[in-house]
C-alpha cells in the first residue's frame, strides 16, 4: 500500500506515580518507586483527517544514565527533556510518512539531546513514545490493528541513510512475511535482592501474591527466566547455585544471564563463565543459559572482542544500545543479538530484525532478544508485547507484574476497562486486574486491535500534567 503521510498536531504530556511492592536490584541500583510517562498526540493526514495516540512508558532512573553523580530526579528530568525535544522537532516537521517522521528526525534528536548532555539512550526514549503514539494514532485512522498495519507497511518503512548498511534489504518482503505470536512465554526477571526461598526473607509483604523465587515458579509455572548477575563471582555463584535448587525441580527450563554492565572487561564475564562451568550443581543451569546480556560497562563494551565467552554462549547487547548502529559494531565484536525494548523505539527494532534476516541469510545466526524496562499493567505492556508478538519472538523479559501490583496507583475502573478489552491477557482476581500468566504463557490474541495493541485508553485525567524538565542542571544552564 501507499504509506500515508500526516503532521503532528498537537502533543499532551502526562504522568503518574508508582510503587514497587518487592524492592527490585539490578546492576548497583535498588529501585522501590518510579513514574511512568505518557503521551497522548494528534496527527492529521493530508486529506485532512485526524486521529489521536497514545503511548506510556516509565521514567526509569539509572538505566539509561547511569552516572552515579546523577539524581533519580536528574533521571527522570532526562527522559521529559528528550521527550520534549522530540515534541517540538515533530510539531515543526510537516508531513511525512510515519517511518519517515522517525528516520528523517533521528540525526537532529541525537544531537539536539547531545547538545545539552543527554547520551543516545535517553535520546531514543522520546523519539520512542512519540514514534509509538504516532502508530497508534495512524492505525486507528485506517482501522487496523499494528500487526496487520506494519504487514502491509502502513507505516512506510523503507531503506533509508539512517540505516545504509541495510540499503539494498527488501524491507517491504520482510514485514509482509511476518506471522505475529499470538501467544508467548514470560521471562520471569529473578532481581539480585529477590529473595530465593521463604528462609531469605526477614519480613513478608503479605498481600497475597508471590513473593519468592519458589512460590513465583509455583504460581506462574515460568519456563523461562532471566537471572541478574552482580560482577562478583564468589557472589553469584553462590547466588546462582541457590536459584538452581529450585529450577532444577522443574521438568525443563530455559534461563539467561544478565550482567547489567557490572563487568569492567571481557575477561571478568569469561571468568563468570567459566565458574559456572566447573561447578557441578550448576550443571543443569548452565546447559539451559541461552544468553548472557551485556555483561561490560557501555563505555567499554563496543571496543571489546566478545570472541573468548561467545565462543561459549551468545552474547547480546543492551545499554550499549545506543547509536542506532550499535548492532552493527556489536556485531564485529562477536555479539549475536540485541535487546528489543519499547523504549528504544519500534524502528530501530525492526530494523535490527531486518539486520538479523540479512546477516543470516549469509550464514549468521543472529537474533533479538525481548527485555523489560518494568513495563506496567496497561498501554506499556501491551505496546510492548504487541511489538515482540510482531517481531515472532518465544518469549520475553516481564517484570512489571511481579515488582508492580497489577494496576496498582491507576484508578479501578480504568483496570477493569482494560481487562474487559482484553480477558485473555488479564485475570480478574480478588486484587483486582493482573496479567494473566498460565503453564509461564501469556495470551495476546486480543492485541490484535485497531491501534497498538489496546482497545482502550488509560485515564489521563487521573494523571498530572508532566512537568517541564529541569535540564540541564542549573550549573550547567548558567555555565552556557
Known sequence: MTAPRFAVTAVERREWPFTLRLPFRFGAVTVTHGRQAVLRLCIRDEAGREAWGVAAESLAA????????????????????????????????????AFGHFADGYAAQAAACAAEGLNPLVASFGRALLDRAALDALLKLHGLSFFAGM?????????????????GFDIAAMLAGLRPARRIHARHTVGLVDPI??????????????????????????????????GEV???????????????????????????????????????????AAEPRLARLAASILYVEQP??????????????AAARPVIIDESDGPLDAFVQARALGYAGVSSKGCKGAWRSLLNLARCRAWNAAGG???????????????AVQQDLALVALLGLAHVERNGHHFVAGFAGRPKAEAVRFQEAH?????????????????????IGSLDVPGLGAAVEPDLAAMAEMPRAAWPPAADRAQG
Open 62 to 97: 539509572k538505566w539509561f544514565d547511569k552516572d552515579p553523580a546523577l539524581t533519580d530526579a536528574q533521571n527522570e528530568d532526562q527522559l521529559r527533556r528528550s521527550l520534549e525535544l522530540a515534541c517540538e522537532a515533530a510539531l515543526a516537521a510537516g508531513p511525512n510518512t
Open 151 to 167: 504487514r502491509a507497511n502502513l507505516g512506510g518503512m523503507t531503506p533509508h541513510a539512517v540505516a545504509p548498511d541495510l540499503a
Open 197 to 230: 526461598t521463604a528462609a531469605d526473607q526477614a519480613e513478608r509483604v503479605d498481600d497475597g501474591l508471590p513473593e519468592t523465587l519458589e512460590e513465583v515458579a509455583a504460581a506462574y509455572g515460568h519456563r523461562y527466566w532471566k537471572l541478574k548477575v552482580s
Open 234 to 276: 564468589a557472589a553469584d555463584l553462590d547466588r546462582l547455585r541457590r536459584i538452581a535448587a529450585v529450577l532444577d525441580r522443574q521438568h525443563g527450563y530455559h534461563a539467561t544471564l544478565d550482567g547489567n554492565e557490572q563487568y569492567a572487561d571481557a575477561e571478568g564475564a569469561l571468568a563468570l563463565w567459566r565458574a559456572i
Open 296 to 309: 561490560l560497562r557501555r563505555a567499554r563494551a563496543l571496543e571489546t572482542g566478545m570472541a573468548a565467552l
Open 365 to 379: 545466526r543472529y537474533f533479538l532478544s525481548g527485555e523489560d524496562l518494568t513495563t506496567l499493567a496497561g498501554l
Open 423 to 443: 480477558p485473555d491477557l488479564y485475570a480478574d482476581t480478588p486484587r483486582g486486574p493482573r496479567l494473566r500468566i498460565r503453564d509461564g504463557v501469556l495470551e
